[in-house]
């Protein structure tokens, strides 16, 4: 006991048009088909390549569950993504995930993974990170 607290923070691995939407303040919805921890408040975003770094953080203001088309019926509007290939990703699923995007940031200089120590791998969808606080 007595070590110093810490937080945990998410880094996702996002497609580069969405990244870039989410940061632009454009999509201010990620959609997963799994849920994050419920004491995850920042997501460090990873664009997927060409870019290949982490390009800024958002802060989650809401984590909702439910079905595919509760979830398009409350957020479709604001995801950035036409319904078609929204109900494609979410295929037979019975559950979609709608991370609701409170404030977005781009970092004036993009990181790679290699300078975040430890060096986490690229995530698939999500991994956690331990911040000290």
């Known amino acids: 006991m007595g070590g110093a607290a810490t ?5 996702m691995a996002i497609h580069q048009k969405w990244a870039d939407a989410i940061m632009n303040g454009d999509k201010r919805v990620e959609f997963r088909k799994r849920r994050l921890a419920d004491d995850i408040r920042t997501v460090w975003v ?36 036409n319904h078609d290939d929204f109900f494609a990703y979410y295929g037979d699923a019975h559950t979609a995930v709608a991370i609701v995007v409170s404030e977005a940031e781009r970092f004036a200089d993009a990181l790679a993974l290699a300078e975040i120590d430890p060096k986490p791998a690229v995530p698939q969808s999500f991994a956690y990170l331990s911040v000290p606080s």
């Open 46 to 81: 990873y664009a997927t390549a060409p870019t290949s770094k982490v390009i800024g953080k958002f802060t989650v203001g809401e984590i909702v569950t439910g079905s595919p088309a509760s979830i398009w019926a409350r957020f479709g509007d604001i995801g950035e993504i």
């Open 7 to 11: 937080k945990r923070i998410a880094l």
